[in-house]
T-cell receptor, first 118, second 117 residues
Framework: DTGVSQNPRHKITKRGQNVTFRCDPI?????LYWYRQTLGQGPEFLTY????????KSRLLSDRFSAERPKGSFSTLEIQRTEQGDSAMYLC????????????????FGPGTRLTVL | AQSVAQPEDQVNVAEGNPLTVKCTYS??????LFWYVQYPNRGLQFLLK??????LVKGSYGFEAEFNKSQTSFHLKKPSALVSDSALYFC???????????????FGKGTKLSVKP
């Protein structure tokens, strides 16, 4: 399967613990996005990479959230000192804008990681 | 600021009848508009998008959407609904006048479509 993959699919943790999620984008997609989706809401943008460069991170919810994409392939999203309010579905998407660049590219989403903080 | 409104939390349709899921948007520049569908405990699947050109866009699974600039709308339609179309539908917008880091998707809250046999 050549779609976006995310691991783990489910994560249950205790408040105060750190968690890390992984996203593997579609091969050759150089853009990678992280979103958060809470119950009854649409996805909310968190951060975005073009290759290994993190071009937008002001939407990360707090300084407890961080993301990396060290080699321009897979990405990780880390949440430190988790809180119950962090419980949500975390979605990753990737896209390929092609040589033209711009913002007409389609984002393809992975299945998400559901986080439950007890 | 960019925004998307999906005025209906739920749409109920009988199988075989036409369906419409409504979406209105607000952007300062040219809108790039997208529809996604989400099945329970799954990620979002891309259905279709409008970038430019013909106002009627055709997408996956028989869905289509009509871009109306004067009404700032992008309603999703299907001529004949199937029970398997029951899912959560999201409209999203991107401001086409922003490239790169500012061209991120803004989603509506979603509309639950229920198709009864």
């Amino acid at each position: 399967d050549t779609g976006v993959s995310q691991n783990p699919r489910h994560k249950i943790t205790k408040r105060g613990q750190n968690v890390t999620f992984r996203c593997d984008p579609i091969s050759e997609h150089n853009r990678l996005y992280w979103y958060r989706q809470t119950l009854g809401q649409g996805p909310e943008f968190l951060t975005y990479f073009q290759n290994e460069a993190q071009l937008e991170k002001s939407r990360l919810l707090s300084d407890r959230f961080s993301a990396e994409r060290p080699k321009g392939s897979f990405s990780t999203l880390e949440i430190q000192r988790t809180e119950q309010g962090d419980s949500a579905m975390y979605l990753c998407a990737s896209s390929n804008p092609g040589l033209a660049g711009g913002s007409t590219d389609t984002q393809y989403f992975g299945p998400g990681t559901r986080l439950t903080v007890l | 600021a960019q925004s998307v409104a999906q005025p209906e939390d739920q749409v109920n349709v009988a199988e075989g009848n036409p369906l419409t899921v409504k979406c209105t948007y607000s952007v300062s520049g040219n809108p790039y508009l997208f529809w996604y569908v989400q099945y329970p405990n799954r990620g979002l699947q891309f259905l279709l998008k409008y970038i430019t050109g013909d106002n009627l866009v055709k997408g996956s699974y028989g869905f289509e959407a009509e871009f109306n600039k004067s009404q700032t709308s992008f309603h999703l339609k299907k001529p004949s609904a199937l029970v398997s179309d029951s899912a959560l539908y999201f409209c999203a917008v991107r401001d086409g006048d922003y490239g790169g880091s500012q061209g991120n998707l803004i989603f509506g809250k979603g509309t639950k479509l229920s198709v009864k046999p």
